[in-house]
């Protein structure tokens, strides 16, 4: 017995560690996620691709403020931040998606500190581990796009906002910091930062006889501050293109706001945020629901009024694209924490009046994602017997994530029909989070998360192709489209963009396959990846 207990004393040792630490045990639960690879890389068209090519050619060109021929559309920020990455790491996929990593993770412990604030730790450690693995927000933290750097910046001005009410003493310094996250999220996402700002008003509206944080000047001054780089930016872009720089921001979100996108009517986000934020957002309505009846005194309007205000302001704006709704992840891990939590009592305490007439709720919930775990698992088999190689990459996630999905119902079976009383709520909502997990992270190891184009990947990996692609300028004809964006990537030197007739009698150019089919001087095709060929004039 002695033995037995000199045994387990290290376990506990490290158990009450990671208890003291919180912060310590979302970054071993979120880095994993974050790193995980099938050892390839390739980027995401369309935004990725331009990001990415942008931030290399301001290192090419040796011009951060202007490089372009005409006034740019989109503040310079995100493109500051990935540059500045591939100076320090190199120029790769991995440097250019760091920002986006580091700031994700940054958000997460965020949400807990905000949370923790809101509705205690448990509660707030379970809406950080669930922002880690929602599939969308996960994905946008292993891109290189100003989404997550800009959510990042938001919470950071909430956090500093709970800061000034809590510690009044420190009042100046954390009011400035709210300010000059809201104005540096301007560099970064432009005009989009003005849409969380709006969905704040009402709290400091309401609550301002209690904080009164918009009679506090160092929350403008801290703005101003914030506006410097995109003052200095926009000055700098004057002295160059005159009017037409101002001109080109603004015309840009007027375009964004007067036309929808894809067909993206108002419906677009009733739907798209239920698949995208699966099974988080509908236990999200039960947090909101719980929230509605029981409302959290002093913060209710940026718990539950801040996500709905940001929520009508998103389906309001004309163009609809799911990464817009970015925004709301962190308070839908918040609610969605906040519902899980209250049923992982009604788990542990059916025992009571209360309990047992509720127990069917987590009872259900759990048979009935065993179910969904059962159906993955045939899938999974079936796709892995009669699917190619390409299919057999997403049997690979329908298995894992079957049999993990099987967690949920064997804890209730266990602790309920088993009378395995060790099987504590704690273990039934790791049956939510673990199955999660376990998902993303064979997701990303099987590189459905981080290799989105690995046929070009490949094509431009040939011998052949990078030794072309690294000892000569390579022309573009106007091919456009999402292929066009990642080769100008993977493109070390670049000719000249091209109409077709205006091709040069000799060197290299790429071409789309129907281009190349047209042309009257002779060449040679090299290689052809998604219909663009690699082409050699000859004459």
């Known amino acids: 017995m002695l033995y037995k207990l000199q045994f387990l004393h290290p376990m506990k040792v490290v158990t009450g560690f990671l208890r003291a630490y919180p912060h310590v045990t979302l970054l071993i639960w979120i880095l994993p996620l974050l790193l995980f690879s099938s050892g390839e890389s390739s980027l995401m068209a369309h935004d990725e691709g331009l990001y990415a090519w942008r931030s290399r050619f301001m290192i090419d060109k040796g011009d951060w403020i202007h490089p372009w021929s005409t006034p740019h559309h989109k503040t310079p920020g995100p493109y500051w931040l990935v540059a500045s990455s591939y100076m320090l790491f190199g120029i790769s996929e991995a440097s250019g998606r760091l920002p986006s990593m580091i700031t994700g993770t940054l958000s997460v412990l965020l949400l807990y500190e905000i949370g923790k604030i809101f509705l205690g730790k448990k509660v707030a450690w379970l809406a950080a581990a669930i922002l880690s693995v929602e599939i969308l927000w996960l994905q946008y933290c292993r891109l290189g796009t100003p989404d997550v750097p800009m959510i990042f910046l938001v919470l950071l001005a909430i956090w500093s906002l709970l800061k000034a009410e809590l510690h009044p003493k420190y009042r100046s310094a954390w009011s400035f910091l709210v300010g000059f996250s809201f104005g540096l999220g301007f560099l970064v996402r432009s005009f989009m930062i003005v849409l969380p700002m709006i969905a704040l008003l009402p709290y400091l509206l309401k609550e301002h006889r209690r904080h009164r944080h918009l009679a506090n000047p160092m929350l403008y001054f801290g703005f101003v501050v914030g506006l410097i780089p995109t003052f200095v930016w926009l000055w700098l872009s004057w002295l160059r293109y005159g009017d037409a720089s101002f001109g080109q921001l603004i015309n840009f979100v007027v375009k964004l706001g007067s036309g929808e996108r894809g067909n993206n009517g108002l419906e677009f986000y009733f739907w798209n945020l239920p698949v ?234 790429w071409v789309s396959v129907k281009q190349a089919a047209e042309l009257s001087v002779p060449h040679q095709v090299l290689g052809t990846v998604q219909k663009v060929s690699l082409i050699q004039l000859n004459n």
């Open 276 to 509: 995208k934020a699966f099974p988080w957002f509908f236990l999200s309505l039960l947090g909101l629901v719980l929230l509605i009846r029981r409302p959290v005194p002093r913060y209710q309007l940026i718990l539950v009024g801040y996500p709905l205000i940001l929520f009508a302001e998103l389906s309001l704006f004309s163009t609809r694209l799911s990464h817009y709704s970015l925004s709301l992840y962190p308070f839908i891990a918040l609610l969605a924490a906040f519902g899980l939590n209250w049923l992982s009592k009604i788990y542990q305490d059916v025992q009571t009046r209360r309990g047992a007439s509720l127990k069917k709720i987590p009872r259900n919930l759990s048979y009935a994602f065993g179910i969904v775990g059962v159906l993955l698992l045939v899938a999974g088999i079936v796709a892995s017997v009669l699917g190619n190689a390409e299919v057999r990459k997403y049997a690979l996630l329908a298995l894992a994530s079957g049999i993990s999905w099987l967690i949920l119902p064997l804890v209730w079976i266990g602790r309920y029909h088993f009378g395995k009383k060790f099987l504590t709520s704690r273990y039934w909502l790791a049956g939510w989070l673990v199955p999660a997990w376990i998902s993303l992270a064979v997701a990303g190891s099987s590189g459905l998360i981080g290799d989105y184009n690995p046929d070009i990947k490949a094509f431009i990996q040939q011998p052949a192709i990078a030794q072309v692609l690294h000892s000569s300028s390579i022309n573009f004809v106007d091919t456009r489209g999402k292929t066009d964006v990642l080769l100008k990537f993977y493109t070390p030197h670049h000719g000249k963009r091209v109409q077709l007739s205006e091709l040069p009698n000799s060197g290299y150019a």
